[in-house]
């Protein structure tokens, strides 16, 4: 089944619903957006050639033209690869020719313009006012589509190395989105999902069930994401729901304490893709309610491996709260989830080993790139590369990326638990925790910390405060204080910028301070 079906349903069906908004302005019901879809789809197949199969790369900050164009896309059997809008162009060319795409859509397609494309690769204004009006006839059906047709490449964020475009099919999408209902909630015609993230990562893949149950799309007039404007819109249109990565619920509490506002008009924040500390989580719940979801899933298993629902995050009478809402859950439905030791042997529950996951989300393997598909994906089980453990009733506790555990004098660390006792400290803002090569402890703990505003604490401080909790080989070794931690797009903190900014400040002659 082509995804993009559920559009044509849902203007068969509503087709006077609201389905496009611009900040609080609808732009477009359900007729008009696929009205929209139809003459894009045209666009694409007549003007540009775009044939089924053929990968149309996006690379822009949100907006409305965002989603008319994935679904022109997936209207004609194409493939869409969403680019992140924070990488530098340089880094989108190649994921561009990587991808080998055919058209490239920017806001007014002249962004790469000092960069060569790839040949036979046409870079097209995508935006309303800035694109040339092109004889093309709509494309009134979308193309018929196996299950296993590829609909989105979807780039990982490469925290750990090199890019891989993780194929995705049609049949992926549907199946991640059922999981929606299941694990999450159920959507229905007055709710609204709001794109506070890329659409290019969660925020985006989130679509497809608020599309199949006729519900509105809200992307913000900043094209940002900006904690007030959000809080406006979701009060005056209400029942608004929203992916974000934990950093982002922690800037959108800051500014819900800050200005007073409760929650109205927010049904649901998604929150994953990163950790989410325990710290960050009871200001969330304190500024927001019981208004919190957890997912973990990564691009390979979009949005699906294991889910925490509303009641399990929010219910802090629980005697096991602090444990429960540290896990990232049950599995989804959709999907088995294994914890294994490195002979592929399932661990018993209590013991960390890497999280592997087989189901119907999982994708169809890396694009063009046989060596990392065969690494990846064994007998129908993707290797995560995440370090987790099982309790007894088949709760997921993650601990680490595998390439991210510190070994120190033989004892595995866990950057996590770390972090978790540090982000708890009052004077820490935020808090990152790697691993530097060592002669005599093979590994030591470094901890980069910002500090929050108009507070101390030295190296001494934080660790007389984590050995309260903590056993002692754990704590840093090293301490970096630093006035911001280094963010990639999706607001996850690549471990690699961090070994590099530590190096470079130890190559400026400036000494961590050892404790
Ligand atoms: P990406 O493919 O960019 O979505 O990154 C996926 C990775 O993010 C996963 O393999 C995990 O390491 C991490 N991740 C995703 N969701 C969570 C979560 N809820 N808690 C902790 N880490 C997560």
Redesign the pocket.
């Known amino acids: 089944m082509n995804i993009a079906n559920w559009l044509d349903e849902a203007a068969n069906r509503w087709p006077e619903r609201p389905a496009l908004y611009r900040g609080a302005t609808q732009i477009a019901d359900y007729r008009a957006l696929r009205k929209t879809v139809r003459e894009l789809a045209g666009v694409l197949h007549d003007a540009y050639g775009v044939q089924p199969g053929d990968r149309v790369a996006l690379f822009m900050y949100n907006c409305c033209e965002y989603l008319e164009w994935l679904y022109a896309i997936w209207w004609i059997g194409a493939v869409a690869v969403p680019i992140n809008c924070k990488l530098h162009v340089v880094e989108a060319a190649r994921i561009v020719e990587d991808a080998q795409a055919r058209v490239l859509l920017t806001d007014n397609g002249h962004v790469f313009s000092a960069i060569e494309l790839p040949v036979g690769c046409k870079e097209i204004a995508a935006l309303r006012n800035l694109r040339t009006p092109l004889p093309a006839r709509p494309v009134v059906t979308p193309k018929v589509c196996a299950s296993d047709t590829l609909a989105w490449i979807?780039y990982?964020?490469g925290?750990t190395g090199r890019s891989k475009g993780?194929m995705l099919t049609h049949g992926n999408l549907s199946a991640m989105s059922l999981c929606y209902p299941v694990e999450i909630e159920s959507v229905s015609g007055g709710d609204a999902l709001l794109y506070a993230a890329p659409i290019s990562?969660?925020a985006g893949l989130y679509n497809f069930i608020f599309i199949r149950s006729g519900a509105a799309h809200i992307v913000p007039e900043s094209r940002a994401f900006d904690p007030s404007e959000i809080f406006s819109i979701a009060s005056t249109l209400g029942r608004v729901s929203l992916f974000a990565a934990?950093t982002m619920v922690k800037r959108m509490s800051e500014e819900a304490i800050r200005s007073g506002y409760g929650g109205n008009g927010i049904r649901t924040i998604v929150?994953?893709?990163?950790?989410?500390y325990l710290a960050d989580l009871r200001i969330a719940l304190n500024a927001f309610g019981p208004r919190l979801v957890?997912?973990?899933?990564?691009?390979?298993s979009?949005m699906t491996?294991?889910a925490l629902n509303r009641e399990a995050v929010g219910n802090r009478s629980r005697p096991d709260w602090e444990r429960v809402a540290s896990s990232?859950g049950w599995a989804q439905s959709c999907v088995e989830v294994k914890v294994v030791d490195s002979g592929f042997e399932p661990v018993a529950s209590g013991l960390p080993g890497e999280v592997v996951v087989r189901g119907a989300t999982v994708m169809k393997g890396y694009w063009r790139n046989e060596v990392a598909t065969r690494a990846a994906l064994v007998d129908g089980w993707l290797r995560?590369?995440?370090v987790g453990y099982f309790d007894e009733t088949g709760m997921l506790t993650?601990t680490?990326?595998s390439k991210d555990v510190i070994i120190s004098g033989g004892s595995n660390i866990y950057p996590r638990e770390v972090e978790e006792v540090l982000a708890a400290h009052p004077a820490v803002e935020e808090v990152a925790v790697i691993g530097e090569p060592d002669d005599e402890w093979g590994e030591i703990v470094v901890a980069i910390v910002v500090l929050r505003t108009g507070y101390e604490a030295d190296a001494v401080a934080l660790n007389r405060w984590f050995t309260k909790t903590m056993a002692s080989f754990k704590k840093p070794k090293r301490y970096l204080f630093v006035a911001e931690l280094p963010k990639n797009g999706?607001g996850?903190i690549p471990k690699t910028e961090l070994r590099r900014l530590f190096v470079d400040t130890k190559d400026r002659g400036i000494s961590p301070l050892v404790v």
Request: aromatic fraction near 12%.
């Open positions: 979807f990982t964020s925290t993780a990562h969660g934990p929150y994953g893709g990163a950790p989410m957890q997912i973990y899933g990564q691009g390979e979009p491996i294991t990232v995560t590369g995440d993650l680490d990326r999706y996850k």
